[in-house]
């Protein structure tokens, strides 16, 4: 059991030493009842022991009014107009009772999604239905007696004056709380499987869930009793101002740093202890702000006998490199890179009479981009093309593209929609994405239903192509492919797109470098 691996150090309620038992008992039912009733849930009894411990956390967080599953409920209000996706009749909800059977389900639903990634379930599939009223009855009736004191809500309640209180309420609420704690073990996994600084940094304040697309930051800053002001802050902690910076002032609490990219000055708050750092040094890392300071986030890296030559090429490496990050912070950038968006834009609708071309196979495509290339080049004035040439040392003024193997090399469908605010984005495998749609979610071939599920899953297309197939098409076989069911109230692509692109949610910027 990793219940106690899991509690924030040093918090203690006086509930706390009842959950184990409480864990263990439901931990006994599920292995009872799944491992003889429920054909689809064949979970191995890790799995089984780590659902009651996510459960029995659930109800801690019920009981004691913590807040975090009822932040979740708030989003969706907003988002969706209901309090549980694919749940609609109040009658049935039963909103007085904390532990109800359809908050349980649509816990179970999207944790066994995180512990068992390759099994789609409908969101009100009968087993889910059953064991949720199962644990329901369990919980409500374990929980009469349990005193309302839990050391999370303790922990959570202290103050929030500094960013690093802030930022230790996180780390916690993204590694171990039962709403995040399998999507960061996931994540590890899909970045390396190494929990280093760096990566829960980049979890905590900028991964968007499973949760309705939503991240650790926003169930956080709807926690916290903090200002609307303070709250919206929280919230765009994922856009973190990465960039080189110049240390030009250490005095008591607070050191000034000149960020190299935007030249701008930033006052930062440093904690207690040596500093790391001196005057004059050249430091790559990320600030984040709380109440009018900015601190370092993550990771830093110092550079030390930094020659003059050297630094001029760091900064090209990382405006080449990480071009969308400084747009964060250099609002001029960001508006020539959007302005260039809508000029390649025009030209590429100018030349396919569309924004969606769909190639048979990669060498297609590569020939007729590199002819669309020299089309543009070609209709430039002599000193345009006699700038571009001497600027990037061409043979000829048209650049040669070059595109990965994979798409080289694909033979079943190229779609590429050109995103008006953006840029390109490319599916591959796009035949059996049309033939999908096509069909209206009526005899769906298992390619058609993975090439429709990548689609919806892949972080680089937009919720915009979607919507722009499912306008000409039509979204039923979106609905077949992840078992909605038919009889559904709320818009069921718009749970869909928030829960696999909630990045797409944010603050964006064009997919352009400007060199």
């Known amino acids: 059991m990793y219940f106690q691996v899991n509690r924030p150090p040093g918090y203690v309620g006086k509930a706390d030493q009842c959950l184990p038992d409480i864990i263990h008992d439901l931990k006994r039912i599920f292995i009872k009842e799944l491992d003889s009733s429920y054909r689809t849930f064949r979970l191995t009894k890790k799995h089984l022991e780590e659902l009651a411990e996510v459960l029995v956390e659930f109800a801690e967080d019920m009981h004691n009014d913590i807040g975090i599953w009822k932040a979740l409920e708030q989003y969706h209000q907003e988002f969706f107009g209901v309090r549980l996706p694919f749940i609609h009749r109040s009658e049935e909800y039963g909103e007085q009772e904390p532990f109800n059977r359809y908050r349980i389900c649509h816990l179970l639903w999207v944790v066994c999604s995180e512990l068992k990634p390759h099994l789609i379930l409908s969101p009100v599939h009968r087993d889910l239905l059953r064991i949720a009223a199962l644990a329901a009855d369990f919980l409500a009736d374990r929980f009469k007696k349990i005193p309302r004191d839990s050391g ?55 991964e968007t869930t499973t949760w309705s697309g939503l991240g650790v930051i926003d169930i956080l800053a709807a926690i916290l009793d903090i200002t609307e002001a303070q709250r919206y802050t929280l919230r765009c902690w994922y856009e973190r101002h990465a960039a080189l910076y110049k240390i030009v002032k250490i005095e008591n609490d607070f050191m000034e740093a000149v960020n190299l990219i935007s030249d701008k000055l930033y006052t930062i708050r440093m904690g207690e202890g040596i500093t790391p750092f001196e005057t004059s040094q050249i430091v790559f890392g990320s600030l984040i702000p709380w109440n009018d300071e900015w601190y370092w986030s993550g990771e830093q890296k110092i550079y030390h006998n930094l020659t003059d030559e050297a630094l001029p090429q760091l900064k090209d490496a990382f405006l080449q490199t990480s071009s969308r990050i400084a747009y964060r912070y250099c609002d001029q950038l960001a508006k020539k890179a959007r302005e260039m968006v809508k000029i390649h834009y025009h030209d590429f609708v100018k030349y396919h009479f569309n924004d969606l071309v769909i190639y048979p196979d990669g060498l297609s495509m590569a020939a007729d981009v590199q002819k669309h290339y020299r089309q543009l080049y070609e209709s430039q004035s002599k ?14 003024p048209w650049a040669r593209i070059s595109f990965p193997q994979q798409i080289m090399d694909s033979n079943d469908g190229i779609g590429v929609y050109f995103n008006a605010d953006e840029g390109q984005e490319i599916m591959l495998e796009f035949n059996n994405v049309i033939h999908g749609f096509r069909k209206k979610g009526m005899d769906l071939t298992e390619n058609e239903i993975d090439c429709i599920r990548k689609f919806i899953y892949s972080d680089s297309i937009s919720p915009k192509f979607v919507k722009r197939l499912g306008d000409e098409y039509g979204i039923e076989s979106i609905s077949s492919a992840f078992l909605i069911p038919e009889n559904n109230d709320i818009g069921y692509l718009d749970y869909l797109l928030r829960r696999y692109k909630g990045h797409f949610y944010r603050n964006r910027y064009p997919l352009i470098t400007l060199i």
Do not use: M
């Not at 780390?171 to 996931?186: K, M």
């Not at 000193?383 to 000829?396: C, D, F, P, R």
């Open 152 to 206: 999370i809500k303790t922990f959570l309640a202290q103050p929030n004056t500094f960013g690093w209180d802030v930022k230790k309420k996180l780390v916690w609420l993204g590694q171990h709380s039962y709403l995040f704690r399998y999507c960061f073990q996931n994540y590890i996994k899909e970045t390396g499987g190494k929990p280093d600084i760096s990566t829960i940094d980049d979890f905590i304040c900028q």
């Open 383 to 396: 000193e345009v093309v006699s700038q571009i040439t001497e600027k990037h040392h061409l043979k000829n």
